[in-house]
Nanobody
Framework: DVQLQASGGGLVQPGGSLRLSCAASEFSFSSYIMAWFRQAPGKGPKWISSINSDGGSTRYTSSVKGRFTIFRDNAKNTLYLQMDSLKPEDTAVYYC????????????????????????RGRGTQVTVSS
């Protein structure tokens, strides 16, 4: 079965850092554009960041730009999200997913990917930012 397992979440104080990982199995991870999404309590999922298949191109939503870094290790079939300068509003369940590349390439810089346009999603990891 296809699996995407996120890990690395936890409780952190404002201003702190966390590194999330998403381990993939049973699909051609290195062929896919991958993305991180998050879902805060009582809200719908929201795209955070994405990276192309070879890691050479990345995008971020404005609220995390300059604080979060997405990267991938295709040899390890793993996607990462380095999160620095965390804020209470970053509290959410974070998950990763491969995005439909044909759809993704139609987007310009003003359009954020629709969380519904993923092939499947993995189990998330809870991030709580609180003092």
């Amino acid at each position: 079965d296809v699996q995407l397992q996120a890990s690395g979440g936890g409780l952190v104080q404002p201003g702190g850092s966390l590194r999330l990982s998403c381990a993939a199995s049973e699909f051609s991870f290195s062929s896919y554009i991958m993305a991180w999404f998050r879902q805060a309590p009582g809200k719908g999922p929201k795209w955070i960041s994405s990276i192309n298949s070879d890691g050479g191109s990345t995008r971020y939503t404005s609220s995390v730009k300059g604080r979060f870094t997405i990267f991938r290790d295709n040899a390890k079939n793993t996607l990462y999200l380095q999160m620095d300068s965390l804020k209470p509003e970053d509290t959410a369940v974070y998950y990763c997913a491969p995005i439909d590349a044909q759809y993704y390439r139609t987007l310009d810089s003003s359009n954020e990917p629709d969380p519904g346009r993923v092939f499947f999603r993995g189990r998330g990891t809870q991030v709580t930012v609180s003092s």
